[in-house]
């Protein structure tokens, strides 16, 4: 069982910037690819920002040009660094590792809150 724990969230005004920070127990984070979803209230969880685990990366448009998404597979670690914030990035963010032993394998941090005021 692989846990994923999120740290980083918080409140900041608009124009400023945070850093996620997504770790992952066990021995599988090189082999896998992670990404950072997030929901907003009363809207359906959405994609941000993923990268493979050979360090192919994706942005969903409205994040492009300011977040970016990291790993360190030493320290089994996925990053999200988050500039020029707006309101309406508000919402819960989640880490998520997939995995592929077979099957594919799919797992969920337990968010961490973002709150940017205007």
């Known amino acids: 069982q692989v846990q994923l724990v999120e740290s980083g969230g918080g409140l900041v005004q608009a124009g400023g910037s945070l850093r996620l920070s997504c770790a992952a127990s066990?021995?599988?984070?090189?082999?896998?690819?992670m990404a950072w979803y997030r929901q907003a209230p009363g809207k359906q969880r959405e994609l941000v920002a993923g990268?493979?685990?050979?360090?192919?990366?994706n942005y969903a448009d409205f994040v492009k040009g300011r977040f970016t998404i990291s790993r360190d597979n030493a320290k089994n670690t996925v990053y999200l660094q988050m500039n020029s914030l707006k309101p309406e990035d508000t919402a819960v963010y989640y880490c998520?590792?997939?995995?592929?032993?077979?099957?594919?394998?799919?797992?969920w941090g337990h968010g961490t809150q973002v709150t940017v005021s205007s």
């Open positions: 990268i493979t685990r050979g360090g192919n990366t």
């Open positions: 066990g021995s599988i984070f090189s082999r896998s690819d």
């Open positions: 998520n590792l997939k995995v592929t032993f077979l099957r594919e394998y799919e797992y």
